[in-house]
C-alpha cells in the first residue's frame, strides 16, 4: 500500500463502530497516508466514532442524516471551507426496516421500500452532486458499497437486494456523468461481514458460515482487504477504473453450487 494516498484527502461516510466496513476502509486510507474527515449518524454513533477519528488523526467529524437535504449541505459546506478539494468520498450507508430482512420479499411495504431505496442508493448521488464541485480541479474517486443480493437472490435479503441493485446501476451512470471531470465511481462488493447492517438481516449467521466454508478462498472478506481495495481504486493505481463493481468475497460469486465436501 506504502504511501500511494500521500497528498489525497477525503470524507468516509458510514463509520459506526470498530466493526464498520467504512473504519476498514479509513484505516487503510489512513496507513496509505490519507487525510480524513467523517460524516456520522447522530450523536450515539458521534461518541464512538470520535476516538476512532483521533486514532487516524482526524478532527473533523460531522453528523449527517442522509435524508436530510441540509445535514448533507452544511457537511459539504464545511468540507468547503476546511479543504478548497478533496480526492475521495466512501460512502458506506444502508438501511431497511429490519422486519423486512427476513421471510418474503413479496411482503416488502411501500414504506420501506421507498426509504431503503432513498438512504442506501438514492443518497450516493445526492453525495456526488454535492463533492463534484470539490473534484472539479484535480478530479477524485467516489466508492460505495454493495453485495451480490443485487443479481442474486441470496435469502432475507429481499428490499436490500433491489436497493443494491439500483446503487450499482447508479454506479455506472455516475460514472459516465463525471468521467470527462476526471471523476471515477466505483463500488466494492464484499461477501457477509460482522457489522452491525450485517446482523440485521434475517439467518446472517448461516450466510456468513455458507460462504466462509464455500468461498473458493475458504474465506470471508476482511475489513483490511475492503480496505486495501478502496485503497487502490481511490489511489492512481486505479487511474483507467470507473463504473466497476469489484468484488471483495474469496471468490463467492464464481460458484455455481456448493463446495461438494459441503453438501
Ligand atoms: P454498519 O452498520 O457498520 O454501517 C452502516 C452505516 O450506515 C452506519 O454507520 C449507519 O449510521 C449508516 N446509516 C444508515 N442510515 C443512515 C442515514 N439515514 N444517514 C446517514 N447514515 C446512515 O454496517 P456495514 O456492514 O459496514 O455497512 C456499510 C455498507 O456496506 C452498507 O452499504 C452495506 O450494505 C454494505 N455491505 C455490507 C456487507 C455486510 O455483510 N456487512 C456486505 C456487503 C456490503
Same mark, same amino acid.
Given at each position: 500500500m506504502?504511501?500511494?494516498?500521500?497528498?489525497? %484527502?477525503?470524507?468516509?461516510?458510514? @463509520? =459506526?463502530? +470498530?466493526?464498520?466496513i467504512a473504519w476498514g476502509i479509513a484505516k487503510a486510507m489512513? !496507513?496509505? /497516508?490519507?487525510?480524513?474527515?467523517?460524516?456520522?449518524?447522530?450523536?450515539?454513533?458521534?461518541?464512538?466514532? =470520535?476516538?476512532?477519528?483521533?486514532? @487516524?488523526?482526524? +478532527?473533523?467529524? @460531522?453528523?449527517?442524516?442522509?435524508?436530510? $437535504?441540509?445535514?448533507? $449541505? =452544511?457537511?459539504?459546506? /464545511?468540507?468547503?471551507? %476546511?479543504?478548497?478539494?478533496?480526492?475521495?468520498?466512501?460512502?458506506?450507508?444502508?438501511?431497511? +426496516?429490519?422486519?423486512?430482512?427476513?421471510? %418474503?420479499?413479496?411482503?416488502?411495504?411501500?414504506?420501506?421500500?421507498?426509504?431503503?431505496?432513498?438512504?442506501?442508493?438514492? *443518497?450516493?448521488?445526492?453525495? =456526488?452532486?454535492?463533492?463534484?464541485?470539490?473534484m472539479c480541479e484535480n478530479g477524485g474517486t467516489l466508492l460505495t458499497l454493495t453485495y451480490q443480493g443485487s443479481n442474486r437472490v441470496v435469502p432475507n435479503y429481499n428490499v436490500m437486494g433491489v436497493a443494491?441493485?439500483?446503487? !450499482?446501476?447508479?454506479? %455506472?451512470?455516475?460514472?459516465? $456523468?463525471? /468521467?470527462? $471531470?476526471?471523476?471515477? @465511481?466505483?463500488?466494492? *462488493?464484499p461477501g457477509p461481514m460482522k457489522t452491525l447492517a450485517g446482523a440485521a438481516i434475517g439467518g446472517a449467521r448461516k450466510t456468513y458460515k455458507h460462504t466462509d466454508m464455500n468461498a473458493p478462498l475458504r474465506a470471508n472478506a476482511t475489513l483490511e482487504a475492503v480496505g486495501g481495495t478502496a485503497v487502490y481504486l481511490a489511489s492512481d493505481a486505479g487511474a483507467c477504473t470507473t463504473g466497476e463493481v469489484i468484488r471483495v468475497d474469496g471468490g463467492f460469486h464464481v460458484l455455481g453450487m456448493p463446495q461438494a465436501d459441503n453438501l
Amino acid at each position: 500500500m506504502g504511501n500511494s494516498m500521500c497528498g489525497k %484527502r477525503g470524507l468516509v461516510m458510514g @463509520v =459506526a463502530n +470498530d466493526r464498520s466496513i467504512a473504519w476498514g476502509i479509513a484505516k487503510a486510507m489512513h !496507513e496509505a /497516508g490519507a487525510e480524513l474527515a467523517f460524516s456520522y449518524q447522530g450523536d450515539a454513533f458521534g461518541k464512538r466514532v =470520535a476516538p476512532l477519528a483521533e486514532s @487516524v488523526g482526524s +478532527d473533523f467529524l @460531522v453528523d449527517v442524516d442522509v435524508t436530510d $437535504d441540509a445535514s448533507l $449541505d =452544511a457537511a459539504f459546506d /464545511g468540507l468547503a471551507q %476546511r479543504w478548497p478539494t478533496i480526492d475521495f468520498v466512501v460512502h458506506a450507508i444502508a438501511f431497511s +426496516d429490519k422486519s423486512e430482512l427476513t421471510g %418474503r420479499f413479496l411482503n416488502t411495504s411501500r414504506a420501506n421500500f421507498k426509504h431503503s431505496m432513498d438512504i442506501s442508493c438514492y *443518497s450516493f448521488i445526492e453525495v =456526488a452532486r454535492r463533492a463534484h464541485p470539490l473534484m472539479c480541479e484535480n478530479g477524485g474517486t467516489l466508492l460505495t458499497l454493495t453485495y451480490q443480493g443485487s443479481n442474486r437472490v441470496v435469502p432475507n435479503y429481499n428490499v436490500m437486494g433491489v436497493a443494491k441493485a439500483a446503487l !450499482e446501476s447508479a454506479t %455506472r451512470y455516475l460514472a459516465n $456523468d463525471l /468521467g470527462p $471531470d476526471g471523476i471515477r @465511481v466505483n463500488a466494492i *462488493s464484499p461477501g457477509p461481514m460482522k457489522t452491525l447492517a450485517g446482523a440485521a438481516i434475517g439467518g446472517a449467521r448461516k450466510t456468513y458460515k455458507h460462504t466462509d466454508m464455500n468461498a473458493p478462498l475458504r474465506a470471508n472478506a476482511t475489513l483490511e482487504a475492503v480496505g486495501g481495495t478502496a485503497v487502490y481504486l481511490a489511489s492512481d493505481a486505479g487511474a483507467c477504473t470507473t463504473g466497476e463493481v469489484i468484488r471483495v468475497d474469496g471468490g463467492f460469486h464464481v460458484l455455481g453450487m456448493p463446495q461438494a465436501d459441503n453438501l
